[in-house]
């Protein structure tokens, strides 16, 4: 079934709780990452694409700060000057401080959420949130941001004011994606190029969530940051991890710490199933990219060590059911798996893991499955008009 629209969700909950109608609406998608998982924040590229699951921002100015959100049904009353605050709404003070500084947030707003972008299983749905935010509240202030400064604004309130340890990645998918396309994205010198991609993908939710602001993801970066300083300090030239070659690995890795190396292993690897990974799509080889799904997968389960039960019996009933490729996609430590199949095999083989899942758990997973959709874009209510656009173009 398909999920309701988020933009007429938020806009529902908008006159509900402010007895109005809101100004604009404008929203971002969530996104999986096809393959590139913890290369960003090392200096490598990703694989992501957006997914047709959105969060929607209804908004309007105000003299000070509101938000309600499908999530709890209650309206905060927000104080951006005095920091955060805990929850989700950090992510919202977070994006109304960064904006403030460049003069591109009004004097305050009333802000209703709406998402269809499950939580906490790794389909970026902060982003979706900070980017659809920092949409609205640009065009509230009188700016349309580009896509460029949508990304950063929203990497920026997630990264220095929430305090994830985050990549770019998320962020940059959510502003910048189009339709049918996935986005190699090098995250050293920011360029992108947009692979074609036809196929629909296969979410599989494991139903064990995570939160990112803390804890492992945050030791795991620390880790990459004391390896490459380790191997600066003996004298190895590198400007990040992935910029390592994969030739000549072994020697290296026998210099670090035991407990440092496979995470280096993991990022070095990566970066090559990555680049590997765009070409066999531009292509058209499903198959050789279904492989290196996998074995990113192992990388993430052995030498990242942030996979989970769930999602590691998802991806091997994949295998064993014939998909071409399933990972774990998202930082890890639950959220979902991706997989792809021949489509004339795919409702059997989706069919197939999600039983094998039961058997072990006694649920079903959910599944659904999504084109790559299209980034940020943004509805306008002028006297009863509605004018539609993409943030990143003038209307």
């Not at 947030?105 to 269809?116: D, E, I, K, Q």
């Not at 590198?238 to 690995?249: F, V």
């Amino acid at each position: 079934m398909r999920p309701a629209s988020p933009a007429r969700h938020a806009t529902s909950l908008y006159r509900a709780h402010f007895a109005s109608e809101p100004a604009l609406v404008t929203s971002a998608p969530g996104r999986v990452n096809l393959i590139g998982e913890h290369t960003d924040y090392n200096g490598g590229p990703v694989l992501p694409l957006a997914i047709e699951r959105r969060t929607a921002v209804a908004a309007s100015v105000d003299r000070g700060w509101s938000v309600v959100s499908a999530l709890d049904d209650t309206v905060f009353r927000l104080a951006p000057e005095r920091g955060l605050v805990g929850g989700w709404v950090d992510y919202i003070i977070g994006v109304i401080r960064v904006l403030q500084e460049t003069g591109s947030a009004p004097p305050g707003a009333r802000l209703a959420v709406g998402s269809t972008v499950p939580l906490g299983a790794g389909l970026s749905s902060s982003a979706a949130l900070t980017v659809a935010t920092a949409g609205a509240l640009g065009l509230l202030a009188g700016r349309r941001l580009t896509a460029a400064e949508l990304a950063d604004a929203a990497y920026r309130a997630e990264h220095d004011e929430v305090g994830v340890r985050c990549g770019r990645m998320d962020q940059t998918i959510a502003a910048f994606a189009k339709p049918r396309t996935a986005i190699l994205f090098e995250t050293a010198d920011r360029t992108m190029r947009h692979v074609p991609l036809p196929t629909r993908v296969w979410v599989l939710e494991t139903g064990v969530s995570h939160r990112l602001s803390g804890g492992a993801l945050n030791e795991r970066r620390v880790e990459c940051e004391r390896a490459l300083g380790f191997l600066r300090a003996q004298g190895m030239p590198a400007a990040s991890l992935a910029a390592l070659e994969p030739a000549g690995l072994d020697p290296l890795l026998r210099r670090l710490p035991p407990a440092l190396a496979p995470r280096v292993r993991h990022v070095v690897t990566e970066t090559a199933r990555t680049r590997a990974a765009a070409g066999a799509l531009a292509q058209g080889r499903m198959e050789r990219l279904g492989r290196l799904l996998f074995e990113g997968h192992a990388s993430l389960r052995d030498d990242y060590e942030c996979s989970c039960a769930e999602a590691d019996l998802l991806v091997e009933s994949a295998e064993r059911q014939g998909a071409w490729g399933a990972r774990l996609t998202g930082a890890g430590w639950g959220g979902a798996v991706i997989m792809l199949a021949d489509p004339r095999q795919e409702a059997r083989i989706v069919a197939s893991v999600r039983e094998d899942f039961r058997a072990r758990y006694g649920r079903l997973p959910a599944a659904w499955s999504t084109r790559a959709a299209g980034g940020a874009r943004s509805v306008v209510f002028r006297r009863g008009q509605r004018r539609n656009g993409n943030p990143t173009t003038r209307e």
